[in-house]
């Protein structure tokens, strides 16, 4: 089961490179949310992820994120990535933390 939770892992991140967020969204349960690691909520549910990168990717239309490296143990998969928001703009490192429920992410916290 860990290398499927890797994968749909890095499903959403290809999704997410190509600015798809309903694909993003579709690997993830209809209650799920992104929340700072330990912390607030910042997009909930489903609508609000789908809101919330929608509205992102129209700010940064040549955002992507590279993987650097990924983790797996028990049901948690764990990315470290380094996010651009485009050629010569902010740039940033992220750990991404996915908790799943079945086959679909239920969470993700940012560590940045």
């Keep these: 089961m860990s290398s499927a939770r890797l994968a749909t892992a890095h ?3 290809a999704r997410y490179n190509a600015q798809d ?3 993003y969204v579709a690997e993830m349960t209809g209650d799920a949310c992104e929340a700072t ?18 509205t992102m990717f129209a ?3 040549e955002n992507r994120a590279e993987v650097l490296s990924s983790y797996v143990l028990g ?3 764990v990315l470290h ?5 485009g050629p010569g ?4 490192e992220v750990m991404s933390i996915y908790s ?3 086959d679909k992410v239920a969470r993700v916290e940012f560590i940045r």
């Design 37 to 54: 690691y330990r912390g607030a909520v910042i997009r909930d549910g489903q609508e609000g992820v789908r809101a919330g990168l929608k």
């Design 59 to 61: 700010q940064y239309p």
């Design 100 to 102: 799943f429920e079945g």
């Design 89 to 92: 703009a902010e740039q940033f």
């Design 75 to 77: 049901d948690t998969v």
């Design 81 to 85: 990535e380094n996010v651009s928001r």
């Design 21 to 23: 967020a309903d694909g």
């Design 11 to 13: 499903r959403m991140i």
